[in-house]
């Protein structure tokens, strides 16, 4: 009987804890998300990115900005997004139409009892969106050759 009860009392000081198994997995889930988002795998959506795209302007964050192009530089781009810092302007992002790899975002600037729509045309590269400078400059003064670049 003894030996029964000391195997018995063995066997449950072998025995994990019922939520010991659950935090590896739960750590293991919170790093996978983790590095998902540092590598960059964090949703992007055509929406977003122009949303991004403004606000980084309106900020003063051109190099910010310019991640979030397909050209990876502001050039000579002639938009006025980094003088809405300076102004009692909204923003609200919409609608999209997207057709395949391209899509164009319309930005509705509200004030004074004013609006404005302006489109801007956004591109998948890879998994993620960014504005092409070159198509919305083309879509706001068609002709132009340069096109922000």
């Not at 050209?71 to 395949?100: C, H, K, M, N």
Request: overall charge neutral.
């Amino acid at each position: 009987m003894k030996g029964a009860q000391g195997a018995s009392s063995r066997a449950r000081a072998c025995r994990r804890p019922a939520g010991a198994l659950r935090v590896p997995w739960i750590l293991a889930l919170a790093a996978a998300l983790l590095a998902m988002h540092a590598a960059g795998c964090s949703s992007s959506t055509p929406e977003k990115t122009v949303r991004d795209f403004i606000r980084a302007r309106a900020a003063g964050d051109d190099h910010r900005a310019a991640g979030l192009t397909l050209e990876g530089d502001l050039g000579d781009y002639p938009g006025g997004e980094a003088y809405l810092s300076e102004s009692d302007i909204s923003l609200q992002v919409g609608p999209v139409s997207v057709e395949g790899d391209r899509a164009t975002v319309t930005a509705l600037f509200r004030w004074d009892g004013q609006e404005v729509e302006v489109p801007y045309v956004v591109r998948r590269a890879g998994s993620r969106w960014k504005v092409s400078l070159k198509e919305t400059v083309e879509l706001w003064l068609p002709g132009e050759e340069n096109g922000g670049t």
